[in-house]
């Protein structure tokens, strides 16, 4: 019972996290030095965690994520998705028994990332805030989540998936786009047992891809239902824009559309052909763990590994969920906005996470997933 107990109170800060009020007043005194950062409202917040929980949740429950009462909804989820045979609870509970605990390390060799890569990483944050705004897409009517200079070609909705994209292009830049939303239901995508790990060759034809390389099944359920979407309408920009023959191409999504963005970015590769090998580029915020161990060491060798961007954000809960105990793993290459919003570079040479970025945050929150990635907030705002 005790080593049950442990596994909960692990599950409760790893996989849905707990925020305590040190961090509430860290992101606040943050908030305040920051006027350009909206806050996140009450509402969001709470169809945010509403979602993760899988039932409503109170304003109590924001203020406080506390661990006891995690405690409690997880152990009514684990309990209920272990009697349908699905959550690999015995899985965690031996691989905790076995594994060290992780290893917190204090803020290392980071340093702050300024000039052309950090307007690059806030030009495409907003690109992926305007991915929520449903009804200003396909007109670029989207106020100030809408840069200027952005046309869009067409939009994209499959309401199995409630996966939304849009493809578009930057003339100025010569650059074409392509951005995803996170869907509104990330409890469904990120924690619904039935998404298990799926092969990473699926939807891919040409790329030799190691085997044992596994990928989050829902994630790539919808990079596979927009693929001929985003085909044709890169396809359409490459015929009808003269000289796009010759430009980049970004692939960039918050929360779940961060996901989607690094599965769509590897089939489109596998799409394009080689000749594209320098010329995409792809950039997330707040990603989930999107595959295994095997995928992630894959990705970074791919030819477009060096132009890959990981945004995470303080103590965004998302880039935490999967948890690695179910041998989920991040590819690199992480920057993470910290506390003061700077953009920092991570200790990511080698085949793991950084431990001095996000992983050096224990206490998670949603707000810092919603808020603090680009001026405009991601979520369903507009
Ligand atoms: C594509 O991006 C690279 C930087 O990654 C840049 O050097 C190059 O000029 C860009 N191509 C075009 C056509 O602008």
């Not at 009462?69 to 699905?86: F, W």
């Not at 996170?182 to 190691?210: E, N």
């Not at 989930?288 to 961007?309: C, D, H, K, M, Y």
Request: aromatic residues 8%; hydrophobic residues 40%; glycine residues 6%.
């Amino acid at each position: 019972m005790v080593q049950f107990r442990n596994v909960l109170a692990f599950l409760a800060l790893t996989a849905l996290g707990a925020d305590a009020n040190r961090g509430n007043v860290q992101r606040r005194a943050a908030a305040a030095a920051s006027p350009a950062v909206s806050p996140v409202n009450t509402q969001a917040q709470l169809a945010f965690l509403s979602d993760i929980l899988g039932r409503p949740a109170t304003p109590d429950m924001i203020a406080n994520l506390d661990a006891a009462h995690m405690n409690s909804v997880i152990k009514t989820e684990v309990a209920k998705s272990n009697s349908q045979g699905l959550y690999p609870e015995n899985t965690v509970v031996s691989a905790l028994e076995t594994k060290n605990p992780p290893k917190f390390a204090p803020a290392a060799k980071r340093i702050v990332i300024t000039g052309d890569r950090l307007a690059n990483i806030n030009a495409h944050a907003l690109y992926a805030a305007a991915a929520y705004c449903a009804n200003g897409l396909s007109g670029w009517t989207c106020g100030d989540r809408c840069a200027p200079g952005i046309k869009v070609v067409s939009t994209f909705k499959d309401p199995n998936t409630d996966t939304v994209a849009y493809v578009g292009y930057n003339a100025a830049n010569n650059e074409i786009l392509v951005v995803y939303r996170g869907t509104s239901s990330i409890r469904s995508a990120i924690t619904d047992a039935k998404f298990w790990k799926a092969d990473a060759t699926q939807g891919l034809d040409r790329l030799q891809v190691p085997s044992g390389a596994k990928v989050h099944s829902g994630f790539l359920a919808a990079a596979n239902i927009a693929s001929d979407f985003v085909h044709q309408s890169i396809n359409t920009i490459l015929t009808t824009v003269p000289g796009s023959q010759d430009w980049n191409l970004s692939v960039v999504g918050h929360s779940l559309g961060g996901a989607i963005s690094i599965l769509s970015a590897v089939e489109l590769l596998d799409y394009l052909g080689d000749s594209w090998n320098d010329k995409i580029s792809v950039y997330t915020y707040g990603q989930p763990r999107t595959g295994n161990q095997v995928w992630a060491e894959w990705v970074e060798t791919l030819p477009f590994a060096s132009r890959i961007s990981r945004t995470t954000h303080t103590n965004d809960i998302v880039p935490h969920v999967p948890p690695t105990l179910l041998s989920f793993m991040h590819h690199q290459t992480e920057t993470w906005i910290d506390s003061n919003g700077a953009l920092n570079t991570c200790s990511d040479s080698t085949s793991a996470e950084a431990k001095d970025c996000a992983n050096s945050e224990w206490l998670y929150s949603i707000d810092a997933h919603l808020a603090g990635y680009s001026p405009m907030p991601m979520g369903a705002f507009c």
